[in-house]
């Protein structure tokens, strides 16, 4: 990996996030099923489900090699973005990285979203299975995902690097669709759903698919801003 060059690794991890988005597609289309600790089984529902709920199905293995397969894909960004001088955001998303491979590590706990509105609450006689301090652990983690993807556009952004200009763009441009993504999710499940809490699996995945877009994006900047400009080249020639 060391010898690699930066537009090898950033392409490599563009492939990676591009076979991860087309599994998680297929893996809704199939007919999953949640399995419980306690023997308890339940149909996956990609509208009230998380995504990490899909490790927890039949189709689980495939899922958890998502969360690998992210991790490595953030992992060779933020090797490339090391060796194209962008140091701090490749820290965040080397974070990435790592919440990603605990992702997968760190299985959620099962809830059933069908119920009340505090079925998923702890404690409650409705869960499918008790809550664990796995499971805990694991909720946590996507919030730090979003922050650290959050700050990795910061810290472009506050660079001004011209470089790096279209990737601080595309973030504002994926961000707003994920902002009507999100609202219009919530009015289906408004209307569809009205007793689903507020944050289910089809609110997350209006987040998730215009973040895992904008993570592609960044990684086309980084093959852009690494190659030699056309004084460089002229200068080699």
């Keep these: 990996m060391s010898t690699l060059s930066v ?3 950033a392409r490599s991890s563009q492939a990676l996030i591009v076979a991860s988005f087309v599994t998680v597609v297929a893996l809704h289309l199939a007919d999953a099923t949640l399995i419980g600790s306690t023997g308890a089984t339940l149909a996956y529902d990609g509208r009230l489900n998380f995504l990490s709920e899909l490790a927890r199905t039949d189709l689980g293995p495939a899922m958890t090699s998502v969360f690998v397969v992210l991790g490595l894909a953030s992992a060779l960004s933020a090797l490339g973005m090391h060796r194209s001088e962008r140091v701090r955001e ?3 998303v080397a974070g990435v990285a790592i919440v990603f491979v605990l992702l997968a590590l760190l299985p959620t706990d099962l809830r059933d979203f069908r119920g009340a509105i505090n079925a998923s609450t702890c404690g409650d ?6 809550c664990t301090w796995v499971g805990r652990a694991h909720d946590v983690l ?3 995902l979003f922050a650290l993807i959050g700050l990795t556009w ?4 506050r660079s ?3 470089a790096w200009a279209p990737a601080v763009q595309a973030g504002r441009v994926c961000g707003a669709i994920a902002l009507v993504l999100l609202i219009a999710a919530e009015v289906y ?10 944050w289910v699996g089809l609110t997350q995945k209006a987040v998730v698919a215009p973040a895992l877009v904008w993570f592609a994006l960044v990684n086309e900047t980084l093959v852009r801003a690494s190659a030699p400009s056309i004084a460089v080249r002229a200068l080699a020639a």
């Excluded at 006689?125 to 008790?130: G, K, Q």
């Excluded at 910061?154 to 952004?157: N, T």
């Excluded at 499940?189 to 507020?198: D, G, K, N, T």
């Design 189 to 198: 499940l408004r209307v569809a759903l009205p007793e689903a809490p507020i």
């Design 154 to 157: 910061w810290e472009l952004r």
């Design 125 to 130: 006689p409705s869960r499918i299975e008790p």
């Design 142 to 144: 996507p919030n730090v």
């Design 160 to 162: 001004r690097a011209i």
């Design 90 to 92: 490749a820290r965040w």
């Design 7 to 9: 537009p090898t690794l």
